[in-house]
């Protein structure tokens, strides 16, 4: 069964940083694309950040671009999302997916001052 | 990028009935089209991929189909645990887009 437990979210002032972790279990991590999805209170999802599996390939939404940084370490089955200089529009609960199957539970960024 | 857009944005209806959402990328996809059900509160749960095939433990009360640009998603009779907020997905390529969502109420 897979398995995505993402941990790391919290309340944070604007222009501070969280990094986000997702534990993997259940597959071939290394052997799958994964991804960062977020959902802002009362809205609806929006693609965050891929890697891809194999040689780590990085893409990101505009929204994100050139703030935060997606990783991942095989060794570990772990999906990293490290967040810059966040925004109070950051605010949303954060999931780890294995798209299209497999979503965590979410964690939830709070910027607020 | 890809824009897409769902319709309608929410929906009454009744235990028993069947009902019908409609998906539409703003250039063509191909297959590369996936359906996504959320209840208030919790994460999505995976519905469909390659626009028609179901994810393994999926009821065959939904059903997907299309291609290219449009695309639709069938809830045949619906039950109390099927009123949620179903959303499509893209993976044609990066970036990824989601449709705004469908929600599905109780009539």
């Known amino acids: 069964e897979v398995q995505l437990l993402e941990s790391g979210g919290g309340l944070v002032q604007p222009g501070g940083s969280l990094r986000l972790s997702c534990a993997a279990s259940g597959f071939t991590f290394s052997s799958h694309s994964m991804s960062w999805v977020r959902q802002a209170p009362g809205k609806g999802l929006e693609w965050v950040s891929s890697i891809t599996g194999s040689n780590g390939n990085t893409h990101y939404a505009d929204s994100v671009k050139g703030r935060f940084t997606i990783s991942r370490d095989n060794s570990k089955s772990t999906l990293y999302l490290q967040m810059n200089s966040l925004r109070a529009e950051d605010t949303a609960v954060y999931y780890c997916?294995?798209?299209?199957?497999?979503w965590g539970q979410g964690t939830l960024v709070t910027v607020s001052s | 990028d890809i824009q897409m857009t769902q319709s309608p944005s929410s929906l009454s209806a009744s235990v028993g009935d069947s009902v019908t959402i409609t998906c539409r990328a703003s250039?063509?996809?191909?297959?590369?089209l996936a359906w996504f059900q959320q209840k208030p509160g919790k994460a999505p749960k995976s519905l469909i991929y390659a626009a028609s095939s179901l994810q393994s433990g999926v009821p065959s009360k939904f059903s997907g189909s299309g291609s290219g640009t449009d695309f639709t998603l069938t809830i045949s009779s619906l039950q109390p645990e099927d009123f949620a907020t179903y959303y499509c997905?893209?993976?044609?390529?990066?970036?990824?887009?989601f449709g705004p969502g469908t929600k599905v109420d109780i009539k």
């Open positions: 997916a294995k798209l299209v199957s497999d």
């Open positions: 250039q063509g996809i191909s297959n590369y």
């Open positions: 997905q893209h993976y044609n390529g990066y970036p990824f887009s």
